[in-house]
């Protein structure tokens, strides 16, 4: 029989067991410990929490510290201590284990999306079992349905006892429907019309588009995040003194509509009455003037303030004062509505760059990567060439997003850690081409590439394609950085077969085998050189209905040719991105010349110029000319002709039909080929955050010209239209719905839809 009591406890309990300690408690020396009650713990795991061990002298204060210690583990309801002949014995009640977690109703988020979430907050199979973290859960499931616009979601949690002390849980959610705002109301406007202001914001009523961006569902944050751009927009016209009186947002006792109004108070129109810098000039205060982008006189703008301030520190940070700040001091005088600007210049303190950490890249290879890299470790900090770097792995278009930060290194306050941080992309891709006509209804064709094989950079394409007109096999390969200077290597292995029965030229077919090796090389950041070798076995093969001017050229020089070929060509990328670009230039260059059974030249030049007309609208210009001649009063082979018409061409005309015709309206292409676009970029509506969709209103034109035929404006055609790009999940797609301008009836081949698409895997 157990003599002593020492306590008897619970949490709520500890002070009255406090009590009955001081009035029966007797210290003694304990002689051994024992552990009761225990069906999964192991008794180690016990006496690691203890304050006391075998031969201790236990004491009131001691065992009121071993109940409070394992308390505190969470693995027990109840817990007892008593002494039976200088024992210590342990008697404990265990809380239950979670042996399942049941997930019902759940259709909003991934079951193992879901289980994270609850594994987050506590919650998990094998875990002992709390009454408390399980209501935690359930708020925490509440918040993440409010986050997604559920606002009537109902969670609700049943606990069943199962055998061996453990528990089984089922988590039932109704969902419900998403909340959809249905009003968003801008109050005490004057200046500018509600509309507009409305079309700066991103949460929206229910549009076409909506089901796509979430714009209708409710956030809090992106509900701050308006409410600064509506703060923006105004003090970037002028109005200093603008204000976000309230904002309420109000739901619908069924919590399925929300209403939003915000109550804005504009204040007066300000505008700049000086601007002067101040603080340690340590670049001339003539090339710091020459970046400041607001002037005397303008309309008070704070994104000229903000470009002028980052103008400066990034000047600055080319010299190494990666730590640079330009603070716009504004003095305004309220009676006059004038604001007078002092930007003050801290360079800081010179640093060098200690270490240029990359982090993301779970498959492409670091050297991949640093490869890239124009800012080097040990040199000193420079801002151009750190976002030239940043630029430059954009490029390799192997990667989703690129973002860069700098860290001060600790204790060392001339040193700072360069973080590149990149999120890896779908570098494989099967496309797929169509297009859609009266004639040929439905045309496909596809290709299989990697162009980061194994994550090394390389590019390699296998395309097997057996399409009505075209039935190619070939292999590509190129290593860009063949060597470390970045000369570039790679080779091609094709058979092709062009069966042009079926399109709008000529009906002939080709079957060719070839290959060749081709090489690249950086001549700086923006410019490369390509040249390349190639050779190639053509079989050409016409039908009785094939134009008289393909007949001839076979009488003349049989129908199996053996040529070779050399080309060489030049590039300059200044775009700001290759898969979306919003500013820069593209051009390219390139000659080719052959010899052999076939002997002729071909040159050709390409631009695109991208132009912001400002933070989401962008204007691109792009033209593309083309000139391929026969040597020594050679025939150039038909085959060989330019073609327009179609994608990237002249949308809005039947591919390759524009240009000379035969006599049965088949078109025989030209020897020069004259190309030009003006296209508007523009963010969907209720899509303007999304980088990866837009749209474009777009006028196009060209034409080709036969050898014999004079160049003329007046034979030019054109067409306008509207077009979408979206880099969606699974590729690349291209949308055009354009009307041809100038059709010439009983000419020309109009197709008004057209579009090109491409999956990733």
């Known amino acids: 029989m157990r003599k002593r009591f020492l306590a008897v406890a619970a949490c709520a309990l500890l002070v009255a067991a406090t009590g009955v300690l001081g009035q029966a408690f007797r210290s003694f020396v304990i002689k051994d410990i024992r552990v009761e009650g225990l069906q999964r713990t192991e008794p180690g795991t016990v006496f690691s929490y203890l304050p006391v061990k075998v031969g201790d002298t236990i004491t009131e204060e001691k065992a009121q510290q071993a109940l409070r210690a394992l308390f505190a583990t969470g693995f027990f309801r109840d817990v007892r201590l008593e002494a039976e002949n200088d024992v210590l014995v342990i008697l404990v009640d265990e809380r239950p284990a979670i042996a399942q ?209 980052k103008a400066i520190t990034d000047r600055l940070g080319n010299d190494g004062y990666a730590f640079a700040n330009a603070s716009a001091i504004p003095q305004i005088d309220r009676g006059a509505r004038t604001v007078a600007l002092t930007i003050l210049v801290d360079p800081g303190r010179r640093v060098y760059v200690r270490r240029i950490n990359v982090a993301g890249n779970t498959k492409t290879r670091d050297e991949v990567v640093r490869r890239e890299m124009r800012q080097l470790e040990g040199s000193y900090y420079d801002t151009s060439k750190i976002q030239l770097s940043k630029t430059r792995i954009d490029r390799t278009q192997y990667f989703k997003d690129v973002s860069v930060e700098t860290a001060p290194v600790a204790e060392s306050a001339d040193q700072v850690d360069v973080n590149f941080t990149v999120e890896e992309k779908p570098t494989g891709a099967l496309l797929f081409g169509a297009g859609f006509s009266s004639v040929d209804k439905f045309v496909v064709s596809g290709s299989v590439s990697q162009a980061n094989v194994f994550g090394s950079g390389k590019f390699v394409s296998v395309q097997a394609n057996s399409g009505k007109v075209n039935r190619t096999y070939s292999l590509s390969y190129l290593n860009p950085y063949f060597t470390v200077d970045g000369l570039g290597q790679g080779f091609d292995l094709y058979s092709r077969r062009v069966d042009a029965s079926s399109l709008a030229i000529g009906a002939y077919k080709t079957d060719t085998q070839g290959g060749g090796v081709k090489f690249s090389y950086p001549l700086s950041e923006s410019d490369s050189v390509s040249f390349g070798l190639a050779g190639e076995s053509v079989k050409l093969t016409l039908f009785d209905n094939s134009p008289i001017s393909y007949k001839n050229f076979s009488s003349a020089f049989g129908n199996q040719y053996t040529y070779g070929y050399g080309n060489a060509g030049w590039a300059r990328e200044r775009r700001d991105s290759a898969l979306m670009p919003t500013k820069g230039t593209l051009t390219r260059a390139s000659v080719e010349l052959a010899g052999g059974d076939l002997q002729y030249y071909r040159a050709s030049l390409s631009e695109q110029w991208y132009y912001p007309l400002s933070k989401s609208n962008t204007i691109l210009f792009s033209g593309e000319f083309g000139y391929v001649h026969g040597l020594n009063n050679l025939q150039v082979p038909f085959f060989k002709n330019f073609y327009a018409g179609g994608p990237g061409s002249v949308r809005g005309y039947r591919p390759f039909s524009l240009g000379p015709q035969d006599v049965q309206g088949n078109a025989l292409g030209g020897t020069r080929k004259v190309l030009g676009s003006v296209e508007f970029l523009f963010p969907v509506p209720g899509a303007q955050t999304d980088k990866s969709l837009r749209l474009s209103t777009f006028l196009d034109g060209g034409q080709v010209f036969g050898a014999s035929e004079k160049f003329g404006f007046g034979d030019i055609r054109y067409s306008a239209g509207i077009g979408l790009q979206w880099t969606s999940p699974f590729g690349p797609l291209r949308l055009s719905l354009a009307q041809p301008l100038n059709e010439k009836k009983g000419f020309d081949r109009p197709e008004r839809l057209q579009f090109t698409f491409g999956s990733t895997f």
Do not use: C, H
């Open 101 to 309: 977690i049941d997930l019902v109703g759940i259709k909003e988020f991934q079951p193992e999306a879901m289980r994270r979430i609850l594994r987050d907050a506590g919650l998990a199979e094998g875990r002992t079992f709390d009454r408390s973290i399980l209501d935690f859960a359930e708020q925490e499931l509440k918040r993440q349905y409010l986050s997604r616009g559920r606002y009537a979601a109902e969670v609700q949690t049943t606990v069943t006892p199962l055998e061996r002390n453990r528990v089984g849980i089922s988590v039932s959610v109704n969902e419900g429907d998403v909340a959809k705002i249905r009003s968003v109301n801008i109050v005490g406007s004057q200046a500018f019309d509600e509309r507009v202001l409305l079309d700066q914001i991103s949460l929206r009523t229910p549009g076409w588009l909506t089901w796509y961006t979430k714009a209708d569902q409710y956030s809090k944050p992106k509900l701050a995040a308006d409410l600064e751009t509506l703060k923006s927009f105004y003090q970037d016209r002028g109005y200093v003194d603008f204000a976000i009186e309230s904002t309420q947002v109000s739901i619908t006792p069924d919590r399925k509509d929300i209403y939003i109004t915000v109550n804005v108070i504009e204040g007066e129109k300000y505008s700049v009455s000086d601007v002067k810098l101040d603080g340690q000039m340590l670049v001339p205060r003539e090339e710091l003037q020459k970046l400041v982008r607001v002037k005397a006189g303008e309309v008070f703008s704070r994104q000229r303030i903000t470009e002028t301030t």
